[in-house]
T-cell receptor, first 112, second 117 residues
Framework: NAGVTQTPKFRVLKTGQSMTLLCAQD?????MYWYRQDPGMGLRLIHY???????AKGEVPDGYNVSRLKKQNFLLGLESAAPSQTSVYFC???????????FGPGTRLTVL | AQKITQTQPGMFVQEKEAVTLDCTYD???????LFWYKQPSSGEMIFLIY??????QNATEGRYSLNFQKARKSANLVISASQLGDSAMYFC??????????????FGAGTQVVVTP
């Protein structure tokens, strides 16, 4: 039981490049979330999903897209990376909206 | 608007002492949940404790307890008998039920705790 996994763990991009972050969970959770963590600002919700095929915007969605084609996977895409997207990205999942969220180990992304 | 406020950016505590981490929140939703997470230097987020807005008693989990004062909109975390391994960043978070019940979380900025021998 791996819980929530994220790939890659580290990535460096140049401005304008694109990439996809993969989140996978093996707990059969319906709800999945993408956050970014910046110094002094805590975690901010980017996008979330309440089930396969459904996604919704969070607090800071601009510049990101997501997809949930399979229940266990939640992908976060950056179409044209900007230095302002340098951050640590966390994926999380929960079995219900009232339950605690289980987090992945994070992806450290640097955009030059 | 900031919905979760953690006013202590950092604090030191001696081993075996108790420490209280402050958290105040802002919501008009009568149904909400409050969570505390720990983030050690390794970076992972670890769930500690949960308090529901309708819970009559304060939540406790081992050495962690939540001092829930609903009228003051305060949900302070108390760590008893601090250990060196408690050194970490601690985040308070809130989930409001809202009409869609999708469980969107909002996090505070965090409090860095350093436990000294």
């Amino acid at each position: 039981n791996a819980g929530v996994t994220q790939t890659p763990k580290f990535r460096v991009l140049k401005t304008g490049q694109s990439m996809t972050l993969l989140c996978a969970q093996d707990m059969n959770h319906e709800y999945m979330y993408w956050y970014r963590q910046d110094p002094g600002m805590g975690l901010r919700l980017i996008h979330y999903s309440v089930g396969e095929g459904t996604t919704a915007k969070g607090e800071v969605p601009d510049g990101y897209n997501v997809s949930r084609l399979k229940k266990q996977n939640f992908l976060l895409g950056l179409e044209s990376a900007a230095p302002s997207q340098t951050s640590v990205y966390f994926c999380a999942s929960s079995y219900s909206p009232t339950a605690e969220q289980f987090f992945g180990p994070g992806t450290r992304l640097t955009v030059l | 608007a900031q919905k979760i406020t953690q006013t202590q950016p950092g604090m030191f505590v001696q081993e075996k002492e108790a420490v209280t981490l402050d958290c105040t929140y802002d919501t008009s939703d009568p149904s909400y949940g409050l969570f505390w997470y720990k983030q050690p230097s390794s970076g992972e987020m670890i769930f500690l404790i949960y308090q529901g807005s309708y819970d009559q008693q304060n939540a406790t989990e081992g050495r962690y307890s939540l001092n829930f004062q609903k009228a003051r909109k305060s949900a302070n975390l108390v760590i008893s008998a601090s250990q060196l391994g408690d050194s970490a960043m601690y985040f308070c978070a809130m989930r409001e039920r809202e009409t869609d019940s999708w469980g969107k979380f909002q996090f505070g900025a965090g409090t860095q705790v350093v436990v000294t021998p």
